[in-house]
């Protein structure tokens, strides 16, 4: 069965760092989103994308974030300057389509900022 | 917005008895409703869907949820827990109108005795 996955599956980095973290989506997808999780608290939405651009973006994927679909079969999300509250599982998720389409989401990868 | 409440946040139940997780949701039009599961370690796993129709949607695992308008709830349900279901369960709801992003549930955690 087809299913998302990323790397790396841990990161630990310095505050300030650059940090990209990788994901290849479902290969006939063509929706693609990151979600995060602090410890502790909710899963949250960060940014959706299509058509090699943002679809949505949330209040928290600020200027230090980006995202990009290099080639094709890679999506990536990138932390400029990382910051201590930066630390999280980062969660790739894709889908066919829009609407009424389930969204089918990756390992994760632990981002621990110190 | 949407929200979406999940008021357990850890349950504990013996295997071979029933269990059932509970969602409240918040949405002006009709929500697109899901339940994941995540084990420890691992991605988050669709379990059930519903979108629209028949309001006793079956998943995997033999796990069902019905969708109730009138109490905004989507609750989850299985007849009898095994070991493997010890697991943390997340609810989350989507819409197109709010350009598909999901927004989830605070998870509950579900332990169970052997």
């Known amino acids: 069965e087809p299913e998302v996955t990323q790397t790396p599956s841990h990161q630990v980095t310095q505050m300030g760092q650059e940090v990209i973290l990788r994901c290849v989506p479902i290969?006939?997808?063509?929706?693609f989103y990151w979600y995060r999780q602090i410890l502790g608290q909710k899963v949250e939405f960060l940014v959706s994308?299509?058509?090699?651009?943002?679809?949505?973006k949330s209040e928290i994927f600020d200027d230090q974030f980006s995202v990009e679909r290099p080639d094709g079969s890679n999506f990536t999300l990138k932390i400029r300057s990382t910051k201590l509250e930066d630390s999280a599982m980062y969660f790739c998720a894709s889908s066919a389509r829009q609407g009424q389409e389930t969204q089918y989401f990756g390992p994760g990868t632990r981002l621990l900022v110190l | 917005a949407q929200s979406v409440t999940q008021p357990d946040i850890h349950i504990t139940v013996s295997e071979g008895a029933s269990l059932e997780l509970r969602c409240n949701y918040s949405?002006?039009?009709?929500?697109?409703l899901f339940w994941y599961v995540q084990s420890p370690g691992q991605g988050l796993q669709l379990l059930l869907k519903?979108?629209?129709?028949?309001?006793l949607v079956q998943g995997i695992k033999g796990f069902e949820a019905e969708f109730k308008r009138s109490q905004s709830s989507f609750n989850l349900r299985k007849p009898s827990v095994h070991w493997s279901d010890a697991a943390e369960y997340f609810c989350?709801?989507?819409?197109?109108?709010?350009?598909?992003?999901?927004?989830f549930g605070g998870g509950t955690r579900v332990l169970v005795k052997p």
């Open positions: 949405y002006g039009a009709t929500p697109y």
């Open positions: 994308f299509y058509n090699n651009e943002i679809s949505e």
């Open positions: 989350a709801v989507g819409a197109k109108a709010a350009g598909n992003k999901l927004t």
């Open positions: 519903y979108f629209s129709g028949d309001t």
């Open positions: 290969s006939n997808h063509l929706y």
